[in-house]
C-alpha cells in the first residue's frame, strides 16, 4: 500500500508524529499485530483516560502544513489521507511510549478524529478509522529516515504504527480554541470534556476520546462556533 510522507519528527520520548515513504508491498493486511511490550502499562494509561471501558476512540494528530525535518517535509493532512489509494495510509514516525501503547491498544473499526497539529489554526478536521491494527513501524529501520532508531532491532522492534483509512470530513473545522472554551467550562460543570487529554495530556499525539467526548463533538458540528 503506498504510504504518503506525513506528520511530525521527534526524538525518543517525545510525542509527535512523523515522515514516511511507503508501505512495503509484502505487508500482509492480515499480519497479526505486533507484540505488545509492558502490556499492563497499556491496559492501564488507556483505562486511566477512558474510564471503566477501554477507550474505542480516539484523536490522532498530524501536521497540514510543509515543514522539513532532515530534509524531509513532514506535512500530512486529511486532504493528503484522502488522496491516498483506498483513501488509506500507514500511522509512522510515533516514538513515544504511551502513544505507541494507544497505536497497540487499537482495534479494527475504530474511529479517530484526523487533528491538525502545529499550524496556524489547529483543530479537528475529520473522521478516520483504523483499517490495520498495530504492527512494526519500518521507518525505526530506516537509516535515512528522521525516525530511525538505531537501538530498535528488527527481532525486537520498539516502535509500532496501524493503517487508517479516511471516512470524511468533518461537516466543520472545529478549532482547539472551540475545544478549549468548552473544556473550561466543563471542568467547574462536570461536562463530557472535563477530563479531555487534549488538554490534560497536550504532547500526546495519539490519545484515547471517550465515547462522551466522542459524541459532544460531532454534536459541535451541527452548532455556530461558539
Not at 493486511?29 to 509492558?38: D, F, L, Y
Not at 494528530?61 to 483513501?87: C, H, T, Y
Not at 491538525?116 to 498495530?134: F, R, T, Y
Amino acid at each position: 500500500m503506498p504510504r504518503p510522507r506525513k506528520r511530525q519528527a521527534e526524538p525518543a520520548g517525545l510525542d509527535k508524529k512523523g515522515p514516511s515513504g511507503k508501505c512495503p508491498k509484502s505487508e500482509n493486511p492480515g499480519e497479526s499485530p505486533a507484540k505488545v511490550e509492558n502490556s499492563s502499562l497499556q491496559k492501564t494509561a488507556v483505562s486511566d483516560n477512558c474510564g471503566k471501558n477501554p477507550s474505542s476512540c480516539w484523536l490522532m494528530k498530524s501536521e497540514p502544513e510543509s515543514r522539513l525535518e532532515k530534509g524531509v517535509d513532514v506535512k500530512f493532512g486529511i486532504e493528503d489521507l484522502k488522496a491516498q489509494p483506498r483513501q488509506t495510509a500507514c500511522w509512522d514516525g510515533v516514538r513515544n511510549y504511551q502513544a505507541r501503547n494507544f497505536l497497540r491498544a487499537m482495534k479494527l473499526e475504530e474511529k479517530a478524529f484526523f487533528y491538525h497539529s502545529n499550524c496556524k489554526e489547529p483543530g479537528i478536521a475529520g473522521l478516520m478509522k483504523i483499517v490495520k491494527e498495530a504492527y512494526p513501524d519500518h521507518t525505526q529501520f530506516e537509516k535515512n529516515n528522521p525516525h530511525y532508531d538505531p537501538s530498535s532491532k528488527k527481532d525486537n522492534p520498539k516502535w509500532s504504527m496501524v493503517d487508517v483509512q479516511f471516512i470524511r470530513m468533518m461537516k466543520r473545522f472545529i478549532p482547539l480554541s472551540e475545544l478549549r472554551s468548552h473544556y473550561q467550562v466543563h471542568r467547574a460543570t462536570s461536562g463530557p470534556l472535563k477530563n479531555m487529554v487534549l488538554f490534560t495530556r497536550q504532547r500526546l499525539s495519539i490519545q484515547p476520546v471517550t465515547q462522551e467526548e466522542f459524541d459532544f463533538i460531532l454534536s459541535l458540528e451541527e452548532k455556530e462556533p461558539s
